[in-house]
């Protein structure tokens, strides 16, 4: 085996075992080389002179495990089993909502938007990419707490989908302390918010008595919560005021869709529903400010970690 | 003699290697910008051999410095033509050199007064 060849061989090591930006990877093949030749120079022959530097540089998969759990902003990257098995609990759902939602309100509406950004999130939870598992922690944590909410007091959810949503979000908890980076637990918060805004913009597209309420908090605290969210995977200090914009208009959602009557008999339950996913929301996003603020990159943010 | 103790003599314990390598980073790169290689060389110099660190995992370390905005990395052509990754510090790493300098007074300071033989 000559020198080049040791060379390849451990660098395929480090990127058989994660996958490894290109810098990195020069980065430490230029060091290799600079050691050998050290070694060279002090009299060790070519071949063991490289077997030496690799020896002093580490075990290769541990160097790789290394760099990608640092190099992975928002916490330890999901493993492939758990994000495939998430990801196969996600699909017939998607496939179900677009079944029944589809025929009635076509892909430009709610429904249809919902879905395409399912689809999207879904994709990226399958590529394992970092942010993806934030974002699907806190959507289906908001999900199962409406499902939760729905089902102890009036409507029976279908169990399938309750037991596919508490599924999903098992294998993308994070069980573990430290599994989660602050800019992970910022942008899962974040998420949160916009759940509980979308719910508040629900009451102003259909209101209970058929007709539309303009709900101006609820409408800048969804787009703020959102760009939040944008925010927080761009890592940028403005997402972090995006987010301290939607915790007061998120308390301001409440006060504009509390005082509506309802003629259906669970009007109680309903309103309860409100106050607890706003008031949660409008707390999801203040201490996500503080979090994102403290976590973040730059003031404008970084694309560096969108895919990866 | 206990093995753990005759490890303990032969090499500084893996924990505190990995708790010294924040501040030990942030002040070789005080004194200038400098690259991976040249770095570990500085470690063993300091040290006079005695840290030995794992060298593929200083740059774990590098990165996550530089994601927390203490350090910042940038490209420069070296001596050997090549492209080569440089650090250097930024503001904030100064001033986290001071407050890890601080602490580590601290904890040598207590250790010495509760060894010291009364």
Redesign the interface.
Known sequence: MTDEDLIAKYKLELTSEAELAR??L???E??LR??ARELRDRGMPRVEAVAEACR?????R??AR??A???S?FGARLAKLRAYSAVALWVPLLISGAVTQLRWSGLVSLFGLQLVFGALLALALGFRLSWARPIVLGAVACLIARFAILSAIVVHPPVMWCAAYVGIFAFVMPWRRGELSTSGLALALQVWAVGSAAFALEFQITSADGSHVMAMGALIAFFAAAAATIGGILRARWGAIASLVAAPTLALAMAEVLPLRFRFPFALATQLEMTGLLVSGALAATVAAILSWRAA?STLGTLQSVLH | MPRAVRHAKERIAKDLIAASATPLLLAILQKGPSYGYAIIQAVRDLSGGELEWSEGMLYPVLHRLEDQGLIEAYDQVGETGRKRRYYRLRPDGRRALSEERRQWDLVTAVLAKAIKPA
Not at chain 1, 56 to 60: E, V, Y
Request: hydrophobic share 30%; aromatic share 0%; no cysteine.
């Open positions: 810098g990195d020069d980065e430490i230029d060091h600079v050691l002093r540089l580490g075990d290769p541990a160097v290394e760099h759990r640092v190099r902003p990159r």
